[in-house]
């Protein structure tokens, strides 16, 4: 095995990880603004670390490029959406899990 | 590996089939039915049918799924209890299962019957693909050598866009829609537009030797369109019938004049000449892209009884 090959494959393991990692938060984090948190902060990262393990094995310089626009464009409509469900869950007056609280199911996604 | 990669979207496609059927609540049910379009988009890939899987990404999950969501706020504003699921009625009941057992009856004929094409329509068109104009044996079938069929589906989708109309025109519980007036996304858009309109002109282009063509990049051109609409940008061109519904057909006018072109000569309706037939295609091409998005933006369009009305902060 070549250390190409090491490198790629731990950052896609890194990369997938992270992703477990977001999902864990979506599903264990008592409010929409936490969970939110969760999937943009996480998921952005494990994307960037799964497209530089394609990055490292591609032949050209403009589908490297290309992968980076990808992750670059996820980026900024991740930010966006998540930016406009806090928004919105905020216009709605959705409350904000106090530290201690326990968890409570909120009815956000109903909306 | 393989195995157990389609072993898996198969299972995911078919829990999220039923989730979307039978979840009660029915937007938990249009969610499942955007997932299921997403993943659908990934098994037609591993059929190696990347055309069909932009399709169904562009307009199975997202122009469908803005339909629906935009459907559940109009069920919401017309009746204040829950929609919840209904009992058939005994003899309406019956009939459903029967047809439901007859059609899966049918199918199980249809597999049963051997496949014995009569003619090897693959090498048919490879071997004409020369003389179609394109090099993407996807496009030429769709847009000449089945170009008929492709005609009469733009038909359709105009059609359906009257029957929006009128079903508007009917509507005893219009619905009033609210923009979002969010700098962020104002701003962002403002960044995202060019690229988007630059996407679908590609695929517009690329649909000539690669997958792409008219239906994808008017999906996306129709998400613009529902972009630009949801931050609140005016649209004086919907609020002119002439130009809402000229829209409408431009595609398919374009599409029977170019056909009809071939009349002129002594030949048969759609067939073009060898030597032009790539610029007939991309032009019939450009005229169906316009069309298809602007036709996919009025049925999200329509639903809205006046235009959007500024958000009240609470």
Same mark, same amino acid.
């Given at each position: 095995m070549s250390l190409l090959a090491i490198l790629q494959s731990f950052l896609l393991i890194a990369g997938a990880l992270m992703f477990c990692i977001g999902s864990l938060g979506l599903i264990r984090f008592p409010d929409t603004y936490t969970r939110i948190h969760a999937l943009t902060k996480a998921d952005n990262l494990g994307l960037g670390l799964i497209v530089l393990a394609l990055i490292l094995n591609v032949e050209s310089v403009a589908l490297a490029l290309k992968l980076l626009l990808i992750w670059g464009?996820?980026?900024?409509?991740?930010? @966006?959406?998540?930016? @406009?469900?806090?928004?919105?869950?905020?216009?709605?007056?959705?409350?904000l899990c106090q530290p201690g609280e326990t968890e409570r199911h909120l009815e956000s996604e109903d909306e | 590996m393989n195995e157990l990669i389609d072993l898996t979207l198969v299972c995911i496609l078919l829990g999220l089939a039923s989730l979307s059927l039978f979840t009660q609540s029915?937007? #938990?049910? +249009?969610?499942?039915? !955007?997932?299921?379009? =997403? !993943?659908?988009?990934?098994?037609?890939? #591993?059929?190696?049918?990347?055309? !069909?899987?932009?399709?169904?990404?562009?307009?199975?999950?997202?122009?469908?799924?803005?339909?629906?969501?935009?459907?559940?706020? $109009?069920? #919401?504003?017309?009746?204040?209890? &829950?929609?919840?699921?209904?009992? %058939?009625?005994?003899? #309406?009941?019956?009939?459903? =299962? !029967?047809?439901?057992?007859? *059609?899966?009856?049918?199918?199980?004929?249809?597999?049963?019957?051997?496949?014995?094409?009569?003619?090897?329509?693959?090498?048919?068109?490879?071997? /004409?693909?020369?003389?179609?104009?394109?090099? $993407?044996?996807?496009?030429?079938?769709?847009?000449n050598f089945r170009s008929y069929d492709t005609l009469l589906e733009v038909a359709v989708l105009v059609l359906a866009a009257l029957v929006a109309v009128t079903l508007r025109q009917s509507d005893e519980h219009p619905v009033v829609n609210e923009?979002? &007036?969010?700098?962020?996304? $104002?701003?962002?858009?403002?960044?995202?537009?060019?690229?988007?309109?630059? +996407?679908?002109?590609? %695929?517009?282009?690329?649909?000539?030797?690669?997958?792409?063509?008219?239906?994808?990049?008017?999906? +996306?051109?129709?998400?613009?369109? *529902?972009?630009?609409?949801? +931050?609140?940008?005016?649209?004086?061109?919907?609020? /002119?019938?002439?130009?809402?519904?000229?829209?409408w057909i431009f595609g398919l006018a374009l599409f029977v004049l170019v056909g009809s072109m071939p009349l002129l000569y002594g030949q048969p309706f759609l067939t073009y000449p060898d030597s032009q037939a790539g610029i007939f295609i991309l032009l019939i091409e450009l005229g169906l892209t316009l069309s298809i998005g602007w036709i996919l933006f009025s049925m999200f369009l329509l639903s809205q009884s006046s235009p959007l009305q500024k958000k009240d902060s609470p």
């Open positions: 464009l996820v980026m900024i409509a991740s930010a @966006l959406s998540g930016h @406009l469900v806090a928004w919105e869950a905020d216009e709605q007056c959705i409350p | 029915l937007f #938990r049910a +249009v969610m499942f039915f !955007i997932l299921l379009g =997403l !993943i659908l988009a990934l098994v037609w890939i #591993r059929l190696d049918a990347p055309d !069909i899987a932009l399709a169904e990404a562009a307009i199975g999950a997202g122009i469908t799924g803005i339909l629906l969501l935009d459907a559940l706020a $109009h069920l #919401r504003a017309t009746s204040n209890t &829950p929609p919840q699921l209904r009992q %058939l009625k005994q003899p #309406r009941f019956w009939l459903a =299962l !029967i047809s439901g057992a007859g *059609v899966i009856l049918l199918l199980a004929l249809a597999i049963s019957e051997p496949l014995a094409p009569a003619v090897a329509l693959d090498l048919q068109v490879s071997e /004409n693909l020369t003389n179609s104009g394109v090099t $993407h044996p996807i496009t030429a079938i769709l847009l923009y979002l &007036p969010n700098p962020l996304l $104002h701003a962002c858009l403002k960044l995202f537009f060019p690229m988007i309109f630059l +996407v679908s002109m590609y %695929l517009l282009w690329a649909g000539a030797a690669q997958p792409g063509g008219a239906f994808q990049a008017g999906a +996306v051109l129709a998400a613009a369109f *529902v972009l630009f609409y949801l +931050v609140g940008l005016k649209t004086q061109l919907a609020q /002119n019938d002439i130009y809402l519904k000229g829209g």
